[in-house]
């Protein structure tokens, strides 16, 4: 599986933007799919993540009520929208899956997450 994260750009405090992740390679439809962002000389943390059939989703505290995760998985894309940004959401997001955790694990074992994406990076100006 390759992942292609895109969308990201320079939005103002309070905006929105919506970023994306396309996946190509089989089987993408079973796997759960994360998003995760570092921000500049900070580790990277969990964001958000969705079950296979969308039926699931898991979100960070700083990310509940302002941010939704989707997913087509006949496109074979995976979505982040972000509302009421702040310049602390100022990061690289990085799309991820894997073929064995699920979404309510990506959260802390992300370490061993078999695919990544090269992020699209995000900027909040204040």
């Known amino acids: 599986v390759q992942l292609q994260a895109s969308g990201g750009g320079l939005v103002q405090a309070g905006g929105s933007l919506s970023v994306s992740c396309a996946a190509s390679?089989?089987?993408?439809?079973?796997?759960?799919m994360g998003w995760f962002r570092q921000a500049p000389g900070k580790d990277r943390e969990f964001v958000a993540s969705?079950?296979?059939?969308?039926?699931?989703?898991y979100y960070a505290d700083s990310a509940k009520g302002r941010f939704t995760i989707s997913r087509d998985n006949v496109k074979n894309t995976v979505y982040l929208q972000m509302t009421t940004l702040k310049p602390e959401d100022t990061a690289v997001y990085y799309c991820?899956?894997?073929?064995?955790?699920?979404?309510?694990?990506?959260?802390?074992?992300?370490?061993?997450?078999?695919?990544w994406g090269k992020g699209t990076l995000v900027i909040v100006s204040s």
């Open positions: 991820a899956s894997d073929r064995s955790l699920r979404a309510s694990q990506m959260r802390t074992e992300y370490q061993v997450i078999d695919y």
């Open positions: 390679g089989r089987a993408f439809d079973k796997y759960a």
């Open positions: 969705i079950s296979w059939s969308s039926v699931s989703t």
